[in-house]
């Protein structure tokens, strides 16, 4: 069972996270790209995209719960988790890596896609670019960005908030001291810190975090919303970032409604604050 557990969590976090993944990468457009499967290659796909200065284990204690019956994946993006950096970022190349890590994992068969925050967009672009990958696509309190938005965005980062992936730290408690959720809300304690053990690396300066603090400095290929024909579901809190003119924006002109559903009391960081409710909403999802 892994070290990183404390000891407060329950049982069904404690099963989940036990059962490990394989750990595997390809090489996308010259980068390592990182990441876990579990389930049996060919089996119904299920692929889990993180969020902005997130990684793939972010879905370690949800993914276990689907790996009987699909083949489920989980990567960390370019600039995130174990994964190389480039020197700039497009949402296409991100898509491009979803698209080539379902295709080694095995996981393309009747995929869905699940897609939180900075991933959901990940998720639309992917739609767009590689219309043939996933049936249904879910996003997990995705805001749904214009230019004038980004920019606002990138021109006022916090110099404090989520520790900056250049910033070293003499210690793993001293890093793990600075961690933060940001906009933060009322994540499990446990799961908060599950995720942010595998948040850190140690190099030959000290202690940083697994993210490229310049992942979202040149953004600029943003979705406007995913194809007419997507299976589109909107899961988003009460607390979150995303409001009724991006849930508007992003299901106008579906063949197909969306379903569309609000978690009461959650903030933005769903998978860690309400990760059986979200659970329930994926289940309804890939039985439909």
Known sequence: MSTNVTADAPEWFRTAVASEPEHSSITVHGARIAYRSWGEPGAPGLILVHGGAAHSGWWDHIAPRYAQDRRVVALDLSG???SDWRDTYRLGAWADEVTAVAAAAGATT????VGHSLGGLVGIRTSIAHPGLAEKLVLVDSRILDAAMLDEIQRNQPEEGIPR???HYPSLEAALERFRLVPDHASLDFAREYVARQSVVRDDDGWRWKFDRGFADELTDLPSCPPNDCRLSVVYGEHGVVTPAMIDTVTAGLDEPARVVELAGAGHHIPLEQP????????????A
């Open 80 to 82: 995130h988790g174990d």
């Open 110 to 113: 009747e995929a869905v896609l």
């Open 165 to 167: 992936g250049s910033k």
């Open 276 to 287: 059986l409710e979200l659970m329930d909403v994926i289940d309804d999802v890939v039985r």
